[in-house]
């Protein structure tokens, strides 16, 4: 496994869309989340030891085999390996879980394996035991869950490094969904980013050479925020107002009475999952890429507001591109000006292609430092994540594009690097870029067709296109009829 650089465009990206959730083995309710420093790494430690006997003994088994029975040996132990790390991470919860999910999303710094193994713990990651949720419960809303609600499922929906969500149904009948923050998972995770050490251990679990700066800032920012349900509450609500009564956009709606600070109550949500959807027949996969195309920039433009966690386990799909969107604990809210800026850069490169303006509004806003580079490499390398959109033509997201995406933003011995050593990420953009991962990946792992350039057009204000698909027909409606 080849060791990666990240250049500085990488910081706050790693939260992009990962590889299919699989079930990593039987989910053993936790019981404790809040460890000591020494009990976390001990617990690595462990984990890293039999990890290493286990590669002797497999290394001593495969000299003694035939090259195809090599092959099902080191299949078999790749597996058996992610599983142990996917295990631990998750059940230890806090950051480390975070490191592990942000993992999954690296396209080719991990085995598929473990990548596979790691995203699992977007959703399926093993749960609380059922006494800590409601003791959580109680001292947040003043009583048992059975008390407060009139229906209460102590089987969660989903576990995640921060907390999970469970079923109930209010006293006045709405089923709903309650996110439960974990007891002590603050403390757990203050420890965890003042003690590099426990990161760094892990980080070498999942592969070693890797530079962890990057991960460790985004993951320290990612965390204190997610932490106070307040925000996320805060956030939701953006969303949904605007967004209520939308023809294929859901957004569940926050029970203020219900919520607090480590407690947050919403209206449930069902439907299929991201690797459901997979399956479906392309017409549907289109459609539901669709839906998800417009919320973002339908957002970015008109509510000037982001919801930066882009990963297959924030949605749920009905048929009909129908999309519930999940998990609002980081947004970000863009100013006129930062608006402005993404503006004219797509005014430049994509409407006028006039790449000596692109490259003056980049340096004179510290994406990209002025060099000695050419015009044309400035268009190989940032043409990429415009592509989709520069010519009127249908044209289908693929896992490759999302790949070279990721390669163009990480990998600094590529075709590439000495563009991507002189990019910058300002504030404006530490979250936005996450679209370059989140999104390329999730349409990519849907094959997604369209005209994504006619879309874009209706979506950006500076444009105002008409209508191009029946999906942009039922929201033009909307727009008009709420007055948007």
């Not at 990206?13 to 989910?27: I, K």
């Not at 090259?67 to 991470?89: F, I, M, P, Y």
């Not at 949500?269 to 459901?276: E, I, L, N």
Request: aromatic letters at 10%.
């Amino acid at each position: 496994m080849r060791a990666r650089t990240y250049t500085p465009i990488a910081i706050g990206l790693l939260t992009a869309a990962g590889a299919a959730a699989v079930r990593f083995g039987p989910r053993r309710p936790i019981r404790f989340v809040r460890d000591s420093i020494l009990s976390r790494n001990a617990r690595l430690a462990a984990i890293g030891a039999r990890t290493a006997t286990r590669q002797a003994v497999h290394t001593v088994h495969r000299a003694a085999v035939s090259a195809e029975r090599r092959s099902e040996l080191d299949a078999a132990h790749q597996l058996r390996t992610a599983n142990d790390v996917a295990s631990a991470l998750g059940e230890l919860k806090g950051a480390l879980m975070k490191l592990g999910q942000m993992a999954s999303y690296l396209d080719d710094g991990l085995s598929q394996p473990m990548r596979d193994a790691l995203a699992a713990l977007q959703q399926d990651a093993p749960p609380m035991a059922p006494e800590l949720s409601a003791q959580v419960v109680r001292e947040q809303l003043g009583a048992d869950p059975g008390r407060v609600f009139a229906q209460w499922d102590p089987t969660p929906l989903a576990a995640a490094s921060i907390g999970q969500v469970h079923r109930a149904v209010t006293h006045s009948g709405l089923e709903v969904a309650v996110k439960v923050q974990y007891p002590d998972i603050g403390e757990a995770i203050r420890a965890d980013l003042m003690n590099t050490d426990v990161i760094f251990r892990a980080l070498g679990l999942m592969f070693p050479g890797f530079e962890p700066g990057p991960l460790v800032e985004e993951l320290r920012t990612r965390l204190v925020e997610e932490l106070d349900y307040d925000i996320e509450a805060d956030n939701q609500r953006l969303f949904s107002d605007w967004y209520v009564d939308h023809p294929f956009i859901h957004v569940p709606r926050v029970i203020d009475e219900l919520s607090t600070k480590r407690v947050l109550t919403t209206e449930l949500a069902t439907g299929a999952r991201f690797s459901d959807v997979e399956t479906w027949a392309q017409e549907e996969r289109d459609v539901a890429a669709e839906a998800i195309f417009r919320f973002v920039f339908r957002s970015i433009y008109r509510l000037h507001a982001f919801n930066g966690d882009p990963h297959p386990g924030n949605y749920l799909f009905r048929p009909g591109g129908h999309v519930s969107f999940l998990d609002f604990g980081l947004v970000k809210r863009y100013t006129q000006d930062e608006v402005a800026l993404f503006q004219s850069l797509i005014v430049a490169f994509v409407v006028d292609r006039d790449v000596p303006r692109f490259r003056r509004i980049l340096e004179t806003n510290d994406v990209l430092r002025p060099s000695g580079i050419s015009d044309d490499d400035v268009r190989a390398y940032f043409g990429h994540f415009y592509e989709f959109v520069l010519e009127d033509r249908e044209l289908a997201f693929t896992p490759e594009y999302a790949s070279e995406t990721v390669r163009r933003m990480f990998d600094t011995s590529g075709p590439y690097a000495h563009v991507a050593k002189l990019s910058n990420v300002p504030p404006a953009f530490v979250v936005t870029q996450r679209i370059n991962l989140g999104l390329h990946a999730l349409l990519g792992r849907l094959r997604a067709h369209g005209n994504w350039r006619r879309i874009a057009f209706e979506l950006w204000p500076f444009v105002e296109g008409d209508p191009s698909t029946p999906m942009g027909e039922a929201e033009a409606l909307w727009l008009e009829s709420h007055a948007r």
